[in-house]
């Protein structure tokens, strides 16, 4: 199928990356970890039961050697907080036997995602570094490794168009929403918009994250809506603080690639 909704809302939507990054935040129910998997997910707009996008981020390994066109899939199984699945529905939905995604292209060379795989096994501490100056957030050892846990159940190394030039960039992009409470703030800019907009989050003397209320709020990022053209790239990095279905953008900046942060800090090791 080629078209989704989402809670709380009547309209349908078009399944394209940008839609999604836009309506969810790339946030839970929406990405979800099922069966040591990451799954972008969303409402069928014809039978109400959930759907998996396929090749949303990274190509579809069901056939090594082809992808399908970025797609919905129903998701036959309930998905805890989105949709609970309704077989009868299901098979009476008209998207049940349609024939989206049948269109295939060939899927990048094994060898370069091995690549991926090396440098970031070689290389995590240069790459935690990079992530950090990126978001201007001092993430921890321990962070990073929460970090690198769900990129790696994204399969984001299949991601078309990563390689070592971009890799710090590319590895944020395909995480879902993260939370950073309790890192320590490093960029200037980002403080004052922490001082000036947050309702629930202060930066302390120590320049950490803190919460100011008693009650649970979330401080989270996103990077999203990828933009290339030529040899120039950027995406928009966003940072969201939340009390339940209170949502409020702190700070918002569109990004340029640096093609040659990672690949400096590692050149000559």
């Known amino acids: 199928m080629d078209s ?32 040591k998997r990451t799954r972008y997910l969303a409402i069928c707009p014809a039978c109400g039961n959930p759907i998996n996008f396929i090749g949303l981020y990274v190509k579809d390994q069901t056939d090594r050697k082809r992808k399908r066109a970025l797609h919905g899939r129903h998701f036959t199984e309930n998905v805890p907080q989105l949709a609970d699945f309704d077989e009868y529905e299901y098979k009476d939905c008209p998207f049940h036997n349609d024939k989206a995604g049948k269109l295939y292209t060939d899927i990048p060379g094994q060898k370069k995602n091995n690549e991926i795989v090396r440098l970031i096994k070689t290389y995590p501490e240069e790459l935690r570094e990079c992530i950090s100056k990126i978001l201007g957030f001092d993430i921890s050892q321990s962070k990073f490794e929460k970090l690198l846990t769900s ?5 984001g190394y299949y991601f078309e168009g990563i390689t070592k030039f971009n890799l710090p960039y590319y590895f944020l992009y395909l995480l879902p929403s993260e939370k950073l409470y309790k890192c320590k703030v490093l960029d200037n800019d980002i403080e004052r918009a922490i001082d000036q907009k947050c309702k629930y989050f202060e930066v302390s003397k120590e320049k950490r994250l803190e919460k100011k209320v008693n009650e649970y709020v979330e401080f989270e990022f996103i990077l999203v809506e990828h933009i290339k053209k030529d040899d120039f790239e950027s995406i928009n990095y966003k940072l969201i603080e939340r009390k339940k279905e209170i949502r409020n953008l702190i700070f918002e900046k569109r990004l340029e690639i640096n093609h040659y942060l990672f690949v400096d800090m590692i050149s000559g090791k």
């Open 4 to 35: 989704f909704k989402i809670l709380n809302d009547n309209k349908t939507y078009k399944i394209t990356r940008e839609n999604f990054e836009k309506l969810t935040d790339k946030k839970h129910p929406y990405c979800q970890v099922i069966r």
């Open 151 to 155: 990129f790696v159940s994204s399969r």
